[in-house]
């Protein structure tokens, strides 16, 4: 439902799945692939976005780059998009630059690492990216430490066991990330830290208190909470 949600057309739809070889690594493709069958078209934004999604999907399959593992229904009009669920092994991702990127549509890639070593590899070559997701255990997040340390650079939130289509608008939220997620990563574009987009610093020094704006005035008329001397104080 994350890849598929809106038709895929989410910023962060998980384009990327970075598993395990584990037991459980088969029956969880099987179980993914079962479901994107399951999906209806989704509506598009409009022709062009279409286009480009169908043709992104098929630079993917181009070449054995990836292998088609599901597929979602197909819609009769309109401009729907088909869900495409593709696999790949790490060494591959590793050796295709291009497979990192983005097909903006109801698509993702499921990709196998048959090492630890190959996995963190894979997380050194991302570039920038709004969110990266681990779901694991106590013990997973234990053996996989430096893994966090790797993704704090390439990504602007870091979730565990849970999925980032869940953007909450609060005032911890970054909605950003290192280039080219986004052009300046220190901006977020959804949270209460948004309004600093459209803001630049301004100092005034030694102004007298009627020329400076309301906020910045010694007697606060405004009664609002100000950073003096770096200690937040609304006197």
């Known amino acids: 439902q994350s890849v598929t949600l809106g038709a895929g057309q989410f910023c962060t739809n998980p384009g990327l799945v970075f598993l395990p070889v584990a037991t459980s690594t088969e029956g969880f493709t099987d179980a993914v692939a079962g479901h994107f069958r399951d999906v209806d078209a989704g509506v598009m934004l409009n022709e062009g976005i279409r286009t480009a999604y169908e043709r992104g999907v098929e630079e993917l399959k181009s070449g054995n780059r990836v292998k088609l593992l599901a ?3 197909k819609g009769e009009t309109g401009y729907t998009g088909a869900a495409r669920v593709f696999t790949a092994p790490v060494g591959r991702y590793l050796d295709d630059p291009d ?3 983005e097909v903006f ?3 993702t890639v499921l990709i196998t690492g048959d090492s630890r070593e190959k996995l963190l590899a894979a997380a050194r070559k991302l570039g920038g990216h709004l969110t990266a997701t681990l779901f694991a255990t ?3 997040l234990a053996e996989y430490g ?8 390439k990504v602007g939130r870091l979730i565990i066991n849970a999925f980032p289509t869940g953007v909450e608008v609060g005032y911890a939220m970054v909605h950003g990330g290192p280039y080219p997620a986004t052009t ?3 901006t977020t574009s959804v949270g209460t830290r948004a309004i600093l987009r459209f803001a630049r610093p ?17 007697d606060n008329p405004l009664g609002i909470f100000r950073l003096l001397d770096g200690e937040w104080q609304r006197g």
Request: charged share 30%; aromatic share 4%.
């Open 184 to 186: 300046d990563p220190k």
């Open 202 to 218: 301004v100092c005034y020094q030694n102004f007298p208190p009627s020329l400076l704006p309301p906020a910045l005035q010694d």
């Open 146 to 153: 430096d893994l966090v340390n790797i993704l704090e650079q």
């Open 138 to 140: 106590e013990g997973d």
């Open 71 to 73: 597929e979602g229904r």
């Open 105 to 107: 549509g109801p698509s």
């Open 99 to 101: 497979l990192e990127e």
